[in-house]
Nanobody, 125 residues
Framework: QVQLVESGGGLVQTGGSLRLSCAASVRTFSVYTIGWFRQAPGKEREFVAAISTGGTTYYEDSVKGRFTISRDNAKNTGYLQMDSLKPEDTAVYYC???????????????????WGQGTQVTVSS
């Protein structure tokens, strides 16, 4: 069983930055792909970014060039650096992980086995 705890959300003005963290309680964090998803009110949960065990990164088009996903396996932690934030980035952000052998898709949420509780990000205009 893997437990994930997100932190770092909050209220920020348009153009501001936030750094989300995802701390995992697992011995072999390095064998998990990390994904970040978000869900705005009344909308489906959508893919934001992912990072493979080898460090390859994937981004949803609207966040490319603004968000950066990374990981620190020694700290069992994943990160999502969010810059140039826009009001449309407002959502609850979730981190999720899946084992390295699940390679069907990086963007589909049903590929991911474990989820955090989410952290609210609000961008004011």
């Amino acid at each position: 069983q893997v437990q994930l705890v997100e932190s770092g959300g909050g209220l920020v003005q348009t153009g501001g930055s936030l750094r989300l963290s995802c701390a995992a309680s697992v011995r072999t964090f390095s064998v998990y792909t990390i994904g970040w998803f978000r869900q705005a009110p009344g909308k489906e949960r959508e893919f934001v970014a992912a990072i493979s065990t080898g460090g390859t990164t994937y981004y949803e088009d609207s966040v490319k060039g603004r968000f950066t996903i990374s990981r620190d396996n020694a700290k069992n932690t994943g990160y999502l650096q969010m810059d140039s934030l826009k009001p449309e980035d407002t959502a609850v952000y979730y981190c999720a992980v899946k084992p390295v052998w699940k390679t069907r898709s990086m963007t589909r949420r049903n590929e991911y086995d474990y989820w955090g509780q989410g952290t609210q990000v609000t961008v004011s205009s």
